[in-house]
């Protein structure tokens, strides 16, 4: 069956510090793979999108690879801050198609 | 800016009962999606619609839910006879127009819906 995990439930870092959350895949062939924002009882914000033939985008202080051998995608916050603590959720789509399948997030936090 | 808007933010309801939660998507997107969440877990697609139907459902989505966009401007979830197992917040997103995953979904801020 497929199965999007994502690497921990909880990231605690200090701040300043790099967060690097992890996204693997098994039994799934993405075309695109998605990077949400969720704070508590809100709905997903987008912040990155990235194309199966990309190794890696970046947007301000956020940055993504994606590597299609390993099953796997990271997801980079560098000089990290208290408001960056949120839970962060890795989505996947395949080639034309419609259903969006999202891993369980990590929830990051970033102390002062 | 232009957002997905949804009401109401709390519904509660008895088991049995039908529900609909309404969703008004950004203006000039062509997609809508439901989405529910169970508290604590992860966010599960349920169905996407365009072009008047539906493209595609999860396997959530059995035959006591159902969506339609009644006017140009509203998105609805129905579900019919309301479960214990329903309780949950169901989030509802549009994007403009490019195909699959292509382009960011945006989200409505949620109905919570709790089964008594």
């Known amino acids: 069956s497929q199965k999007i995990e994502q690497n921990s439930e909880a990231l605690n870092i200090q701040e300043g510090k790099t967060a690097t959350l992890t996204c693997n895949y098994t039994?799934?062939?993405?075309?695109?793979l998605q990077w949400y924002r969720q704070d508590p009882g809100r709905g997903p914000v987008f912040l990155l999108l990235?194309?199966?033939?990309?190794k890696e985008k970046r947007k301000e202080r956020l940055k993504v690879t994606f590597d299609t051998t390993l099953k796997q995608s990271l997801f980079h916050i560098t000089a990290s801050q208290p408001a960056d603590s949120a839970t962060y959720l890795c989505?996947?789509?395949?080639?034309?198609?419609?259903?969006?399948?999202f891993g369980a997030g990590t929830r990051l936090t970033v102390k002062p | 800016e232009p957002e997905v808007t949804q009401t109401p933010s709390h519904q509660v309801t008895q088991m049995g009962q039908e529900v609909i939660l309404r969703c008004v998507p950004i203006?000039?997107?062509?997609?809508f999606y439901w989405y529910r969440q169970i508290l604590g877990q992860k966010v599960e697609f349920l169905v996407s619609?365009?072009?008047?139907?539906?493209?595609?459902k999860s396997e959530i989505f059995d035959d006591q839910f159902s969506v339609e966009r009644p006017d140009g401007s509203n998105f609805t979830l129905k579900i019919r006879s309301t479960k214990l197992e329903d309780s949950a917040m169901y989030f509802c997103?549009?994007?403009?127009?490019?195909?699959?995953?292509?382009?960011?979904?945006?989200f409505g801020p949620g109905t919570r819906l709790t089964v008594l």
């Open positions: 989505a996947l789509v395949r080639y034309n198609n419609n259903d969006m399948r």
């Open positions: 619609f365009y072009n008047n139907e539906i493209s595609e």
């Open positions: 039994n799934y062939s993405p075309a695109y």
């Open positions: 997103a549009s994007r403009r127009l490019l195909a699959g995953g292509r382009e960011e979904q945006f």
């Open positions: 990235i194309r199966e033939n990309e």
């Open positions: 203006s000039n997107h062509l997609y």
